[in-house]
């Protein structure tokens, strides 16, 4: 078979076109740096898990097994547990969601979902609009579904409007295709904000009238710190909006269990995508969460999460701003993640290693654009560390910044060109074919 | 959004070319006939779960939970537990295969290998080479990625190797481009045979020298009924396989827990493409899996399936010889299926109706040919019903049969076209764009 390629990879010459597209992301390759013990890791989105009752949700699921296991352990609908599907329904009404459980799809995480939707509705070249910045994973799928992501800007309230106005329209105008407008209105991952209640209406208004679908990603929108959920964009159009929604934040996320709420014909395209690409979804993991949800006060365990992670957000801009005076952040009123603007000049890309030299970490803003921007940009999440371990981590993020600052200040600006060829080999993010 | 297409589906117009070739199975279709408690399913392949000592699963899993809890709830790495990697060697040391846990991706089934592994072989018009029958779940997937299946002759030792050498230099002289051979080697799903020993190096060197990825389907290799497992494919070829393994069939399907070996370069992407599409598979599913293969005797168990099925194999087998005298069928000697070919004339699929009005369901051959072929055969599972639901299934079957014999004696052959119109309202199945 050498003849097919290099002798590294017998099979290269074989791969599928979508396959250049697929590569490691910097929170992948964060990941396995992140996780050692020395390391104040700042950069990944894992939920608190030691505030769950574990004793209690080992006998509910032992429990589960020993009257329904025989259903739990055996293949189930490829559209998701009908007893589970009802219960979405009563999380969902907490932000104004009315729906039929025969519209919902469970899915193996939101992830899943997100692979659905961009399955059934991308063909290469095709546009995705998302937030400028945007969540890295529904990037690496639009990648391998070779789509075009066209970012929007977006502000201390969201995305914005008017800058979604005229970039549809500039699009339109060179003939291209829109498929639909990626957004997470609820505590934005990674930017930390929440689009208003004021543009809601404005941005499905705007989608409606070019005929793009909407998806509403809202892993984090239960986990308000300040006041009641906002009404979701799906509570205000049935048709045209494919809402994602997932138990990985507000229960456990190694369970895999997410789902799609969308418009009838859609949902019906979404099933058979998920029949071929996993024939159904997990029982076991569905029937683990079905049976949290109706024996455990699953609302007081969000009410735990939320003031756990309220305080965890008040140590991280309480030590941003006594010892980072030089950098800007947003202040997120809920969910896992700070979006910190660094000085002019500092590049966080090329910051990172001697970040992590210096024991913390971080995802450098480069990974939340489709486009290669985002250099002066970073995520700062504060789900995971405990208040003493985040103050100590921004107290070493900020000696880094510090010291790069010196840097800059006796060498001048760095030269971006350079940082591509060193920090390539380590960190590596989907390139998609932008035109 | 009217303009966009019709008043039923809104999104009409802004599907994907490849969702026009997502249409459900005729296996879905009758899943919710099947399941009637009046109707004797001779259809699915679902594993007969009452043989698991499920008090101690459920045992297992709450002192799982309650000592690794915090692992197996949270996030996990994309390409799988590694302990459960460790494992999982060892099962497949059962069938000759020597490998490195590294170039073993963990997934949602087998079902998401195979989903990954069109991935990133297939773009559209790509070949894919595949028995005839194959299994339906997997020319589904195919189909989804737009490939073009081509059947090659199968036989009672499995694939025929002349037949493939044959196909492979036409298809190669049309200047197609062949991604890869889709097998099951072992106790076939529809067709109940088993690839003979002397056929399998045949089989990879016609591959090998053609420059064709195996793609070794196995699902079944440890249930059979009357001597030990032969020798994968992959124990012979390490560069020209990637082999699917699951728990489904030896534990439980309801899990979710399958695997791909792969060589290296290709084990790389398909981590890749299962980040995207899932972000990691379920810890919690794969950590119950691990501790089970960890503190149970699993090659015991697995014994008690074999047992069980060749009890029910015998059943089936010793009923359609009293009662289907007119028929020719495979004699499996493991697995879940026995492949029946109608007498001549006789349609499985224009059958159906009347079948599910006697009260037995079966899948009609139709399914498992990308090509439309396969009306005379029939597929009849033996894994789920007891040997007396059998015995009384296959007397049902024999009667409808027997009718359909009567009517065609005295309306003359039935004629395809007709059914086709009538039928394609409530079978359909995913038709490629053959060439």
Same mark, same amino acid.
């Given at each position: 078979?050498? !003849?097919?390629?290099?002798?590294?990879?017998?099979?290269?010459?074989?791969?599928?076109?979508?396959?250049? &597209?697929?590569?490691?992301?910097?929170?992948? $390759?964060?990941?396995?740096?992140?996780?050692?013990?020395?390391?104040?890791?700042?950069? @990944?989105?894992?939920?608190?898990?030691?505030?769950?009752?574990?004793?209690?949700?080992?006998?509910?699921?032992?429990?589960?097994?020993?009257?329904?296991?025989?259903?739990?352990?055996?293949?189930?609908?490829?559209?998701?547990?009908?007893?589970?599907?009802?219960?979405?329904?009563?999380?969902?009404?907490?932000? @104004?969601?009315?729906?039929?459980?025969?519209?919902?799809?469970?899915?193996?995480?939101?992830?899943?979902?997100?692979?659905?939707?961009?399955?059934?509705?991308?063909?290469?070249?095709?546009?995705?609009?998302?937030?400028?910045?945007?969540?890295?994973?529904?990037?690496?799928?639009?990648?391998?579904?070779?789509?075009?992501?066209?970012?929007?800007?977006?502000?201390?309230? &969201?995305?914005?409007?008017?800058?979604?106005?005229?970039?549809?329209?500039?699009?339109?105008?060179?003939?291209?295709?829109?498929?639909?407008?990626?957004? %997470?209105?609820?505590?934005?991952?990674?930017?930390?904000?929440?689009?208003?209640?004021?543009?809601?209406? #404005?941005?499905?208004?705007?989608?409606?009238?070019?005929?793009?679908? %909407?998806?509403?990603?809202?892993?984090?929108?239960?986990? &308000?710190?300040?006041? !009641?959920?906002?009404?979701?964009?799906?509570? $205000?159009? !049935?048709?045209?909006?494919?809402?994602?929604?997932?138990?990985?934040?507000?229960?456990?996320?190694?369970?895999?269990?997410?789902?799609?709420?969308?418009?009838?014909?859609?949902?019906?395209?979404?099933?058979?995508?998920?029949?071929?690409?996993?024939?159904?979804?997990?029982?076991?993991?569905?029937?683990? %969460?079905?049976?949290?949800?109706?024996?455990?006060?699953?609302?007081? #365990?969000?009410?735990?999460?939320?003031?756990?992670?309220?305080?965890?957000?008040?140590?991280?801009?309480?030590?941003?701003?006594?010892?980072?005076?030089?950098?800007?952040?947003?202040?997120?009123? &809920?969910?896992?993640?700070?979006?910190?603007?660094?000085?002019? @000049?500092?590049?966080?890309? $090329?910051?990172?290693?001697?970040?992590?030299?210096?024991?913390?970490?971080?995802?450098?803003?480069?990974?939340?654009?489709?486009?290669?921007?985002?250099?002066?940009? %970073?995520?700062?999440?504060?789900?995971?560390?405990?208040?003493?371990?985040?103050?100590?981590?921004?107290?070493? /993020?900020?000696?880094?910044?510090?010291?790069?600052?010196?840097?800059?200040?006796? /060498?001048?600006?760095?030269? $971006?060109?350079?940082?591509?060829?060193?920090?390539?080999?380590?960190?590596? /993010?989907?390139?998609?074919?932008?035109?």
């Amino acid at each position: 078979m050498t !003849e097919q390629g290099s002798r590294l990879d017998p099979w290269k010459q074989s791969y599928a076109q979508r396959t250049a &597209g697929m590569t490691a992301s910097e929170i992948r $390759a964060l990941f396995a740096v992140a996780s050692r013990p020395e390391v104040v890791s700042l950069a @990944g989105g894992m939920p608190y898990l030691s505030a769950l009752p574990m004793d209690t949700v080992a006998e509910t699921v032992q429990r589960m097994l020993a009257t329904e296991g025989l259903t739990a352990l055996q293949y189930g609908s490829g559209q998701g547990d009908p007893r589970l599907r009802e219960q979405i329904l009563e999380v969902m009404a907490l932000e @104004g969601i009315s729906a039929h459980p025969d519209d919902i799809v469970v899915t193996t995480g939101s992830q899943q979902a997100l692979d659905l939707v961009t399955r059934i509705f991308i063909d290469p070249g095709d546009v995705v609009l998302a937030e400028a910045p945007s969540y890295v994973g529904a990037l690496g799928v639009f990648s391998a579904y070779q789509a075009d992501v066209v970012h929007v800007a977006s502000d201390a309230d &969201g995305l914005v409007p008017h800058a979604l106005e005229e970039t549809i329209q500039a699009l339109q105008a060179q003939g291209r295709r829109i498929k639909f407008l990626y957004s %997470v209105p609820n505590f934005h991952n990674p930017a930390g904000v929440t689009l208003s209640l004021e543009r809601r209406p #404005q941005v499905l208004d705007i989608c409606q009238r070019h005929g793009i679908l %909407v998806l509403e990603d809202n892993p984090y929108g239960l986990l &308000g710190f300040d006041r !009641e959920p906002y009404p979701a964009m799906r509570a $205000a159009s !049935e048709e045209g909006v494919v809402y994602l929604g997932s138990f990985s934040k507000t229960f456990a996320p190694g369970l895999r269990v997410g789902w799609a709420l969308a418009p009838h014909a859609v949902r019906e395209k979404l099933v058979l995508a998920s029949e071929s690409a996993i024939l159904c979804p997990s029982a076991y993991a569905q029937m683990t %969460v079905s049976t949290y949800l109706a024996t455990s006060d699953w609302r007081a #365990q969000i009410k735990v999460y939320r003031e756990l992670y309220r305080e965890r957000r008040d140590a991280m801009v309480d030590a941003l701003t006594a010892q980072l005076p030089q950098a800007r952040w947003t202040h997120p009123d &809920g969910g896992f993640y700070v979006w910190l603007t660094l000085p002019e @000049g500092v590049n966080a890309k $090329a910051m990172l290693p001697r970040a992590v030299t210096e024991r913390v970490a971080y995802v450098p803003g480069t990974a939340f654009f489709a486009d290669g921007t985002g250099h002066q940009h %970073v995520r700062l999440s504060y789900c995971y560390p405990d208040p003493d371990r985040i103050r100590e981590g921004v107290r070493r /993020f900020a000696g880094v910044v510090q010291a790069e600052l010196e840097l800059l200040e006796t /060498f001048g600006p760095y030269d $971006a060109s350079v940082t591509s060829d060193t920090s390539a080999a380590r960190v590596q /993010f989907p390139s998609p074919d932008l035109s």
